[in-house]
């Protein structure tokens, strides 16, 4: 008798124990009583009742990532390509993700897939791969809405890989291509242009350097020329003076007067006018050199 109750009470603790839940940070446990919806547990403790309540679904909280494979799509101008998507997600009510749609993250592909389609059939090829922004815009928006009836809400969606046919990818190689060609010979001539007006400016620079030091140096040796015509100006005022402050006499002057002469024949002179009185002065100082000639040959 007392195994059959020590029995009984240990079968009873384990069903206790069994049925104690915890549940952790970012989750939360969808908990049916008798078939029927009962509630959502939050993070924490529960105890289930047992044969009673059972756990539905056991719902991730935390942001989630759908990466979906490539989808074919044909754009307004007809080309196909392949376009991939990732999807962010999180889910906002675990009972609308619970018992809102069969296989959420399958109905989710298939909606991003539809929404994809609608909108680049609605654009160019060139459109499509440059309005990137554009579409995840849109189909973050088209998606946000149609999800909010399943619990869940799309934080983000991106074009993860654009793929254009393989000629399509030649073509738009061979226009870059030429693009970058163009560039190379606008960059080049560029290059050459401001080599060209260095080159004339350095030139400009010179020609007005070598101009200035040419007048500079004109300058200078006019200044040197002005100076020293005022200094032999000054010298000979000089000497004017004095010689009136030395009051020379008649033959004193008539003799400087002679020296004056014989400095501007200097032997290249072929006429020099004398005038009357210097000529006998000049006789004079001829027989007075004689008179010194025989003096020093009697000397002798």
């Known amino acids: ?51 009673i309540e059972k756990i539905a679904n056991k719902v991730v909280l935390k942001e989630c990532v759908a990466d979906f494979k490539p989808q074919s799509v044909i754009t307004k ?17 675990p009972k609308l993700f619970t018992y809102g749609v069969d296989y959420p993250i399958s109905a989710i592909e298939n909606l991003t897939a539809t929404t994809l389609r609608n909108i680049v059939g609605d654009l160019e090829l060139d459109e499509t791969l440059t309005s990137r922004d554009t579409v995840n815009s849109k189909m973050r928006i088209i998606l946000d809405e149609a999800t909010d009836p399943w619990g869940i809400k799309i934080n983000r969606v991106e074009l993860k890989n654009i793929v254009p046919p393989r000629e399509i990818q030649d073509a738009m190689e061979r226009q870059m291509k030429a693009e970058r060609e163009r ?41 040197g020329e002005a100076e020293a015509i005022l200094k032999v100006r000054s010298a000979i005022a000089e000497g004017v003076k004095m010689l009136n402050e030395a009051a020379p006499t008649q033959p004193v002057v008539a003799i400087k007067a002679l020296e004056a002469f014989e400095k501007a024949a200097d032997g290249k002179a072929t006429k020099i006018i004398i005038p009357s009185e210097i000529q006998g002065l000049a006789g004079l100082a001829a027989s007075l050199k004689e008179l010194v000639v025989d003096e020093e040959k009697k000397v002798d």
């Not at 109750?5 to 009873?12: D, E, K, P, T, Y």
């Not at 960059?187 to 400016?201: F, N, T, Y």
């Open 77 to 93: 101008d007809n080309v196909t390509m392949q376009i991939d998507t990732v999807v962010y997600y999180q889910v906002t009510d």
């Open 183 to 223: 560039r190379e010979a606008i960059l080049k001539a560029e290059g050459e242009k401001r080599s060209a007006i260095l080159v004339a400016e350095g030139e400009k620079q010179s020609a007005i350097l070598r101009a200035e030091a040419d007048r500079e140096s004109q300058i200078k040796r006019a200044e």
């Open 1 to 51: 008798m007392w195994y059959l109750l020590l029995g009984l009470i240990v079968l009873i603790l384990i069903i206790v124990i069994a049925n104690i839940k915890i549940v952790p940070q970012a989750h939360a446990f969808v908990v049916e009583r008798l078939g029927a919806y009962h509630q959502s547990w939050g993070v924490g403790l529960h105890i289930k009742i047992p044969f």
